[in-house]
């Protein structure tokens, strides 16, 4: 595994760890509310009925107390509100199942699934007394309390996760791709090297293996180059300021002459030596795709950097991999910063980069700034 | 001799690939896009095709699904497991890992040569006939007793002809990796292998490195 899948890996699961651990933290305390409001509220009830069932049995005559307790107790038949009373074995019951909670105690038991809260309770006269009340409203309020938290707790992290996947990811590619292509120049100098070490060849090929040593050697300096910008792009993170955009395109002018610019928006905020640097780049491959003497037009248009060549333009493959430099292989190695730099410079912009072929066949690299903050 | 088709996209690899097969004594057609691979494929046969796994126009893979019946060695980027496991799922013969080392390469390629039965049968040089699969040598018609160690060392120099193998490659090539003899075993073997087949001028020691079969 590489090293930033790593780094992702972990701090997503530290990250995921936190959220939870915070979700839990503000849940909690909202689910022992719901379940105190609820055995308070029971509790209140259940003195309430006794109570009152207490009165109405002293005023009963004396051996009528059981029917007028069983008239009293039968009126809540239907309210979701079980009743118990027992003394002696003798008693009633509206129960469904078995409870059996020494008197003082409260809380819920669940049967078949159900929630219930009961009280059990000992009356002044003797009687053992149980109230048990159905709580499926508040089993409910639980559940859903529960699974919202989860529910955001899930939601939240998967978009942390996505978030730092992105950032992790587009910080790391253009690096291990850098890496990647100085493989080839090194299995190529490796090679020749032991070509020439080990092969009894004669001068041609001796001459060619040499070259090619020399020429690869070349290109791998071209990639540490490239590094090494790509790590000053990275690390140094210039503010941005205002750039003046005809100053920027008369300076590239000097160095391209066949270039011709018109601007329609003079100033734009960001990092004058990395768009600079950007510019010089695409103007750079459009004269090299031109034939000699042609122009190459420069625009700027509100929130639009445009180049346009007259060359012959690219190939599918090319534009597809000028477009997604981390997609596709690189069809043919050139010197200069390379299209990865390009599209990071415009990133760091928040702008894009994009190629398309122009009217003529020839190119047309469009860099959009998105941003409010560079526009 | 071999027919090997190089599909590598960088030139200066398959050059590089195409010099030292060459120079072992295959044949080598160079292709630098998967397109052009497939059309060299379908015009003609080959023994074992060398494939790069990235190319620019396609994936090697796609290149390996549309050339069947070639013997396929892969070339793909250290630990890149995912393409080693693809790669023998679709009935690649082995993989090489860039950066490779040269004689490594060429043991490599006559390995998947010899398990497909397309290596050569027979190699003459001089007034020495060798065959390889009945394992016999004749210098002037006569038949040349060797030992299997000689026939062996024989075979893989003949093999990498052209090119240097240094006593350490060649202890791990013919006497297995297992063996723990000490180069003076292969000097006292090269002595013998020149003297039965009067070798002198055509196995030549090379300063400091080991020695190499020169036709």
């Known amino acids: 595994m590489k090293l930033w899948q790593k780094t992702y890996l972990l701090s997503t699961l530290l990250c995921a760890l936190i959220l939870y651990g915070c979700m839990f933290g503000v849940t909690a305390p909202a689910l022992s509310v ?75 038991l669940r049967d078949q699934g159900r929630l219930y809260l009961f009280v059990s309770d000992k009356l002044p006269s003797g009687y053992d007394f149980l109230y048990l009340k159905d709580a499926a409203a508040t089993d409910a309020l639980l559940k859903r309390q529960v699974t919202a938290a989860a529910l955001t707790g899930t939601l939240v992290a998967l978009l942390m996760a996505a978030a730092l996947y992105i950032l992790l990811y587009r910080v790391n ?39 090619y040593i020399a020429e690869e050697s070349t290109r791998l300096s071209d990639i540490s180059a490239r590094l090494l910008t790509l790590h000053n792009a990275k690390e140094e993170a210039t503010p941005f300021g205002p750039v003046d955009v005809e100053e920027l395109f008369d300076h590239i002018q000097q160095t391209y002459p066949t270039v011709t610019y018109e601007v329609h928006w003079p100033t734009i905020f960001g990092d004058r030596a990395m768009l600079s640097s950007l510019l010089n780049n695409l103007v750079d491959n459009a004269v090299k ?14 929130n639009v950097l445009a180049v346009m ?44 980069l994009t190629y398309a072929r122009g009217a003529d066949g020839g190119t047309v690299a469009t860099v959009t700034f998105y941003n409010s903050l560079t526009s | 001799m071999a027919k090997i088709l190089i599909v590598e996209d960088e030139k200066a690899i398959n050059d590089l690939l195409k010099l030292n097969l060459e120079m072992v004594g295959h044949q080598c057609v160079p292709a630098l896009t998967g397109r052009d691979a497939i059309r060299a494929a379908g015009e003609q046969g080959f023994d074992l095709m060398l494939l790069d796994v990235m190319l620019p126009d396609m994936e090697g893979f796609a290149v390996m ?94 093999e990498n002809r052209n090119v240097c193998l240094s006593r350490q490659k060649l202890l791990s090539e013919a006497w297995g990796t297992d063996f723990l003899g000490e180069s003076r075993t292969v000097d006292v073997h090269i002595q013998k292998l020149r003297r039965k087949l009067k070798l002198e001028d055509h196995i030549k020691t090379i300063y400091k490195n080991g020695y190499r079969f020169e036709e």
């Open chain 1, 289 to 302: 795709a031109s034939p000699a003497g042609a122009p190459v037009e420069l625009r700027a248009a509100p």
């Open chain 1, 173 to 211: 590619l253009p690096v291990s791709r850098l890496a990647h292509e100085m493989r080839t120049p090194l299995t190529a100098m490796k090679g020749y090297a032991e070509t020439l070490r080990d092969a009894k060849l004669n001068e041609e090929q001796r001459y060619m293996a040499a070259s």
């Open chain 1, 309 to 352: 060549d007259h060359g012959s333009g690219m190939s599918d493959e090319a534009l597809n991999y000028v477009n997604h430099p981390s997609k596709f292989k690189k069809l043919h190695s050139s010197g200069g910063l390379g299209v990865p730099l390009c599209h990071q410079i415009a990133q760091a912009h928040g702008a894009k």
């Open chain 2, 65 to 158: 699904e549309k050339v069947r019946d070639v013997p396929t060695i892969f070339l793909t980027a250290r630990g890149a497991t995912t393409d080693k496991v693809r790669g023998f799922g679709l009935g690649a013969d082995d993989y090489i890992v860039k950066p490779f080392e040269v004689a490594e390469l060429l043991v490599r390629v006559q390995a998947v040569l010899r398990r497909t039965h397309r290596e050569e049968k027979e190699y003459t040089i001089g007034d020495l006939t060798i065959r390889w699969d009945a394992h016999e040598v004749f210098q002037n018609g006569e038949r040349v007793e060797l030992t299997p160690q000689e026939f062996t060392l024989l075979h893989i120099l003949i």
């Open chain 1, 34 to 108: 719901t379940v105190k409001g609820a055995t308070d509220a029971a509790l209140r009830e259940e003195r309430v009925i006794a109570g009152t069932l207490e009165r109405t049995m002293d005023q009963a005559p004396e051996g009528r107390q059981l029917p007028v307790m069983q008239t009293f107790l039968e009126y809540y038949a239907g309210t979701g509100l079980y009743f118990e009373a027992r003394q002696d074995g003798a008693g009633y019951s509206s129960l469904t199942f078995a409870v059996d909670k020494a008197p003082g105690t409260l809380g819920f």
